[in-house]
């Protein structure tokens, strides 16, 4: 796994200079690839390549990077890893290429210039972000794998288009910008992280997953055109149009894809392992390695001190029933807090999971023994593990026993009210004066479900958290989420619908943020054998009903895994990777949440509505209602913006004027 920085001008470079700015950023990004740096610069075409390299395969200088095509037309910066690399060089072989090395870069390389770069993405599999310069045509390609498993960031400014593995080396370019996208900070607080194409600076951009962008210099200006290779939509139809109906082909089918994803990626030239949490997903692909592996797999877990959050004894139960090398560490309360500070650090875009801790830790325990680790994530949104898909259809179910007008007058009356006058109409209703906000809250959250028009609706009202998040403008307006609405496709049913929402939004977004960020940190590769293109489309190929067959989740999973591990040592109520922070905010965190969420200090500062965030702090104290969830998104904030721009008054904004026609443009496409 490794880092990529460069970016492409309209004008000639100073090949010194740039080699400065382009050292700088690549130094942001050490910790994705601490074995070797690599620069790359043609200063007459205006590009610049830079290369941080975590040696995986092939471990020699034959892998090291910015690498050349054999005709030397391109020249890539790679991170990642192409797991059919092996099947793909012996067809290109066969087609008359030759290797040098034995990395999955130069075999992309090749079949690049074989196929073209679209059909060379097609045909890999794997995990990937790319910047390929093509310097026949003059054109850098920006391309993303499938489901976003690698991150990839650009900012357009002016005559200089930029990219990296993360916004911190990004900000480390002189053109780049800074500025707080208001409507950003509005879907962060909405959904606890901000997902793509959204960043929380303006004028910048994640490249969409499954995505290629290309840009090129045209009469001395920056052109842009961006398109997808592989379309979730498409792909999602295609396979859902094409059932599996029968419950045990459906089990045979999942369990054969998954062997073949988990064959390709333990594949390494170092030590490789897996997170083990003891649920269905993490215990199913340990138990796959172990039943492929010739000596025990490393396997790691975090425990608690706390045991409503421990899984630590259910972990090291799986793993002396499959016979791998477990190591796990307990931890008190108080070390998993001192990581806090580190997180604005080790997510240089504010990001509000707080499971992102117990991320870290895991991440940091098994680097002291492996390179790379395999992790169970996927398997929510893939096989219908969330409980809220069925909380959905139940409220959907009850909504629709109510006419819908009467549903949207009720809602229109409870939204048109005042503060004051819903607090004086609920305090004839509440127990005591303490929980009215608690009240007062839940009512008006009632309201926003009345207007629901489709289980959509529905799904969208649970998975958010401030829904009217408090964040203001400059003008003093409240600033509004950008769109972010992914359009299902209209073949699926309910369930599949919320899956599909899921998949293409919290997964990339949230999911495998958290996982990237914190396993890199560390130096760490992670690898996600449930979203090996083959598993994902037989998933899909699944109906919801196979998915729920005994009225919960992942039935198909089940199945696999009881064929490895008794029931009886998986079937529990789902836990996920929970910390305490409810708690944690009255108490061990208090000062730290004071300082930050200081009224005077969220004035001056700008960004958000003072007198709701003290509402909803003061609240919390009292234990009228549990707001960590939506203040852990504010101090993530605050934090993030403390530590990476200063703690002075925001930036103003200037609003999203185009500094070129390119800049415009690159908005609008995203």
Request: charged residues 25%; glycine residues 8%.
């Amino acid at each position: 796994m490794c880092g990529i920085a460069g970016y492409l001008a309209t004008r000639p470079l100073d090949a010194d200079r740039e080699a400065l700015v382009l050292r700088g950023m690549l130094g942001a990004l050490a910790h994705r690839g601490p074995d070797d740096q690599g620069i790359w610069i043609d200063a007459s075409g205006g590009i610049a390549l830079g290369h941080r390299r975590l040696s995986i395969l092939d471990l020699s200088p034959l892998g090291h990077q910015p690498m050349h095509s054999a005709s030397s037309r391109y020249v890539i910066s790679f991170n990642g890893e192409i797991y059919n690399f092996a099947a793909l060089r012996d067809e290109l072989s066969a087609r008359g290429c030759s290797f040098r090395g034995g990395s999955d870069t130069e075999v992309l390389l090749a079949a690049i210039e074989t196929w073209g770069i679209e059909q060379a993405l097609i045909r890999a599999v794997g995990m990937f972000a790319i910047a390929l310069w093509d310097r026949h045509a003059g054109t850098l390609t920006l391309a993303r794998d499938r489901l976003g498993e690698k991150p990839l960031y650009y900012c357009v400014v002016a005559d200089t288009v930029m990219f990296a593995s993360e916004l911190r080396a990004l900000r480390q370019h002189p053109r780049a910008r800074t500025d707080v996208n208001r409507a950003s900070l509005a879907l962060l607080l909405k959904y606890n992280f901000i997902p793509a194409p959204h960043t929380i600076h303006e004028r910048t951009w994640k490249l969409m997953p499954g995505a290629c962008a290309t840009f090129s210099v045209r009469d001395h200006a920056l052109q842009h055109q961006e398109q997808r290779y592989w379309d979730p939509a498409i792909e999602v139809s295609a396979a859902a149009a094409n059932p599996i109906t029968d419950p045990g082909a459906a089990v045979d089918a999942v369990e054969s894809a998954l062997e073949a994803a988990i064959a390709g990626q333990v594949v390494a030239d170092v030590p490789v392992g897996a997170f083990l949490s003891g649920g269905i997903d993490s215990s199913l692909v340990v138990a796959k390695m172990q039943q492929r592996a010739s000596r025990p797999v490393r396997t790691f877990t975090i425990g608690f001190a706390d045991q409503r959050f421990d899984e630590a004894p259910f972990a090291a139960t799986i793993s002396r029933h499959l016979g791998t090398q477990h190591t796990d560490l307990v931890l008190t309360p108080a070390e998993v807090r001192s990581i806090i500070p580190r997180l604005p650090i080790i997510y240089d875009e504010p990001f509000a999971d707080s499971s992102q801790m117990p991320t870290f830790l895991v991440s940091q325990l098994a680097r002291e023994s492996v390179t790379v680790s395999l992790s169970g994530d996927g398997g929510d949104e893939l096989f219908s593990g969330y409980d809220r898909y069925g909380s959905a259809l139940a409220r959907w179910h009850n909504l629709q026993r109510i006419p819908a007008w009467r549903r949207q007058i009720g809602a229109r009356a409870v939204e048109g009210m005042s503060d004051a006058a819903l607090d004086w109409l609920l305090k004839r209703f509440a127990r005591s004066h303490r929980g009215k906000g608690a009240l007062d809250s839940r009512m008006r959250q009632r309201a926003r479900f009345w207007r629901a028009r489709s289980i959509d609706d529905v799904f969208e009202e649970l998975v958010s958290f401030w829904a009217l998040p408090p964040v203001r403008t400059p003008g003093g307006t409240w600033a509004r989420p950008g769109a972010v609405d992914h359009v299902r496709p209209a073949s699926l049913d309910p369930v599949q619908r919320l899956m599909y929402a899921d998949m293409v939004r919290y997964l990339p977004d949230d999911i495998l943020v958290k996982v990237d960020r914190a396993a890199m940190a560390v130096s760490l590769e992670t690898r996600v054998p449930l979203l090996d293109r083959d598993v994902v489309r037989t998933a899909w190929r699944i109906p919801s009903a196979v998915h729920r067959l005994d009225g919960r989740g992942k039935w198909v999973l089940r199945q696999i895994l009881a064929r490895h591990v008794p029931p009886a040592l998986f079937e529990r109520p789902k836990r996920g990777f929970a910390v305490p922070v409810a708690d944690w905010l009255k108490v061990e965190l208090r000062e730290w949440a004071e300082a930050l969420l200081d009224p005077a200090r969220i004035g001056r500062e700008g960004y958000f509505d003072a007198p709701t965030i003290e509402r909803r702090w003061r609240e919390h104290l009292r234990g009228d209602m549990d707001w960590s969830f939506h203040l852990w998104g504010v101090l993530m904030f605050q934090a993030w913006h403390e530590a990476q721009l200063g703690p002075a008054a925001a930036t103003p904004v200037s609003g999203f004027e185009a500094e070129s026609a390119l800049a415009t443009a690159s908005a609008a496409s995203c």
